[in-house]
């Protein structure tokens, strides 16, 4: 849904710390356009590129524009350059050409122009995935990444400059290479198992008091104590939605 950004749209964003082109002032701007899927919801501290406002957790910031289909948890970072396979042809019939099956290109001058008034060629749509990927905890999308639309990439994740994603990504795998395949794993098997059962995005970075650097294992040792003893709390700040903010537009 397309709405124009207005005074309250804009006190709105920064009372619930929302960002635009990676912490960037003056953004949106009063009558700026921004593409709102009402069902999306927005945690603090996140960063935006671009109009469209899609679901996304705390933390997270991109540098590349997304549908606003898209969904990304806390913690994940992406580059600049990100974008999605474009429409499937179809490879099944006499031609390959957008003649075919995008109806809108009817009237484009160059089609429209060689159409004589009792052409009864018909045009066929074909199934295609929206522009979209769900995209999960502590991921990070290297430069220049090409997705396949409607791609999932798991928690921990990491997709490396220039990579074309066919598949969905599992996580805690780095993937590269065009097509991408697995390069390796961030940590074994046992690590990873643990990471996933910890889920320590739920929690705020700030509440961590130790170093950036610690040992993973040491990491897992300490959180899994914080958490049965309750001396750390999930992080659960209030959501900035879609809809509140397509309420508000006028």
Same mark, same amino acid.
């Given at each position: 849904?397309? +709405?124009?950004?207005?005074?309250? /749209? +804009? ?26 899927? =009402?069902? %999306? ?5 996140? $960063? ?19 549908? *606003? ?25 006499? #031609? ?19 159409? #004589? ?17 769900? /995209? ?20 921990? $994740?990491? +997709? ?21 395949? +697995? ?9 990873? &198992? ?16 130790? &170093?950036?650097?610690? =040992? ?8 899994? #104590?914080? /958490?049965? *003893?309750?001396? /750390?709390? =999930? ?5 900035? #939605? ?6 508000? %537009?006028?």
């Amino acid at each position: 849904m397309l +709405i124009k950004a207005n005074e309250a /749209i +804009i006190n709105l964003f920064e009372t619930h710390k929302i960002y635009g082109n990676y912490l960037g002032n003056n953004w949106p701007k009063i009558g700026d356009t921004l593409d709102i899927n =009402p069902n %999306s919801y927005y945690e603090p501290y996140v $960063a935006f590129t671009g109009n469209k406002l899609f679901t996304i957790g705390s933390f997270s910031f991109t540098w590349s524009p997304l549908s *606003n289909l898209c969904t990304m948890g806390r913690y994940s970072s992406i580059a600049s350059g990100l974008s999605f396979f474009g429409p499937l042809h179809p490879y099944d019939r006499f #031609t390959t050409s957008t003649v075919t099956f995008m109806n809108e290109y009817k009237d484009f001058c160059i089609f429209k122009n060689s159409r #004589t008034p009792e052409c009864s060629f018909e045009y066929v749509g074909t199934k295609d995935s929206p522009i979209k990927a769900d /995209i999960g905890n502590d991921v990070w999308i290297g430069g220049n990444v090409t997705l396949k639309r409607g791609i999932k990439i798991g928690d921990g $994740a990491i +997709i490396a400059n220039h990579a074309v994603v066919t598949k969905d990504v599992e996580p805690y795998t780095i993937v590269g290479g065009v097509p991408a395949k +697995i390069i390796k794993h961030r940590f074994s098997m046992d690590i990873i &198992s643990e990471f996933m059962k910890l889920k320590w995005w739920r929690y705020h970075w700030a509440d961590f008091d130790f &170093s950036a650097d610690i =040992p993973v294992e040491n990491f897992i040792d300490i959180m899994t #104590t914080k /958490i049965a *003893n309750k001396s /750390i709390k =999930p992080y659960e700040p209030e959501k900035l #939605t879609g809809k509140m903010i397509v309420d508000i %537009s006028g």
